[in-house]
């Protein structure tokens, strides 16, 4: 007679692992282990959606050839309004099954069953945790729970590690801001740098700095990373047209820059391969003066998180403006500085 596994005894061991230990790859490791010998199954594996790429990448697993992992999951797309709806697919016969893709692959590798669960943080899938057996086998409803609150640890494994490294990096863009406002005043450089920095940072596809001219109708280009020069001449950037909002001092974010109406240059931007756009104000004081703007290539939410954090470098900006004028209207020589920021007028 088969003994029944203490699951909560396992669970309270792996929990205990977690406390120990802020290693993701590790943590991630502990799961497919934990549900490989619990459930005496052949193999596991965690596959995580890349959002650039849209292809799920194997982060850990047990008990699967590299042959088989470097093929990817071509279900997991398929199966995940079921997986959201279910929460787990269960496949009797993976060989065979039409949901499923690579059967002779699966047969080659010694996969009977198969149970899927999704990996889901804050009510978002980030994946899956799939259990590989080596014969027929049907699940109970215990091990499928089992199975859940696994995926459900490595959510929180995965988030956790998210948010330390995006504090981390979020820390070394206004540490190296920082340094660039105190130690130059070089504006145009240290907006260069603040637009690379933030769209490498939110892992968008560019960014760009447009401050208003001296009537405070058209935008000009300051710094940008990551457009094509075809894009950046497209012509005039008009503050009344274009995303005006945010030069009343709120955040903007335009899901698709294709319809949206306060949009200029549609064509051009989906020429460009443009779609989401996040625009924020720099302010000088009270003042708005421009605007810090990302640009995805694929329809994007941002996050509160994330519009605090372009804010936040925004007004670093501002500030990197604000002290460049006002050591130049010490030194009588407010005319450099309109040549540094192509001739933007100095709000101090």
């Known amino acids: 007679m088969t003994t029944k596994p203490d699951y909560f005894h396992i669970l309270s061991k792996l929990s205990k692992e977690f406390g120990t230990t802020k290693d993701q790859d590790k943590l991630l490791n502990l799961i497919v282990d934990a549900a490989v010998k619990t459930m005496n199954a052949k193999a596991a594996a965690i596959f995580l959606m890349d959002e650039v790429t849209e292809k799920n990448v194997a982060v850990a697993q047990t008990g699967l050839s590299d042959k088989y992992i470097h093929a ?50 804050k009510g978002k899938m980030l994946g899956i945790l799939s259990l590989y ?50 130690s130059s005043l070089d504006v145009k450089t240290i907006l260069q740098t603040l637009t690379e920095d933030t769209a490498k940072s939110l892992n968008v596809k560019a960014a760009s700095v447009r401050l208003l001219d001296e009537d405070k109708r058209t935008l000009k280009l300051v710094a940008s990373f990551g457009l094509s020069e075809k894009y950046l001449n497209k012509g005039p950037i008009s503050a009344e047209k274009s995303i005006a909002t945010a030069l009343q001092g709120k955040p903007v974010v335009v899901h698709n820059a294709s319809t949206d109406a306060g949009v200029q240059y549609k064509k051009e931007k989906q020429e460009e391969g443009i779609v989401s756009i996040l ?44 002290n460049a004028c006002l050591y130049l209207a010490v030194q009588s020589d407010i005319k450099d500085l309109k040549e540094n920021i192509w001739s933007h007028k100095c709000w101090f």
């Open 72 to 121: 990817g999951v071509g279900h997991a797309g398929k199966i995940t309004p079921q997986l959201l709806k279910d929460g787990s697919i269960y496949f009797r016969d993976a060989t065979t099954d039409p949901r499923l893709t690579n059967h002779e692959m699966k047969k080659a590798e010694g996969i009977a069953s198969l149970l899927t669960v999704p990996v889901m943080v």
């Open 133 to 182: 057996t080596s014969e027929i086998k049907k699940f109970t409803k215990d091990e499928i729970e089992f199975l859940s609150i696994l995926a459900e640890q490595g959510g929180i494994a995965i988030e956790n590690a998210r948010l330390l490294n995006k504090l981390r990096e979020n820390s070394q863009i206004f540490l190296k801001l920082a340094i660039g406002i105190s």
């Open 279 to 322: 625009c924020v104000p720099i302010k000088s004081k009270e003042d708005v003066i421009g605007v810090l703007r990302l640009y995805s290539e694929r329809q994007r939410d941002f996050t509160d998180d994330e519009i605090i954090l372009v804010s936040a470098l925004a007004y670093q900006g501002g500030l990197a403006i604000q």
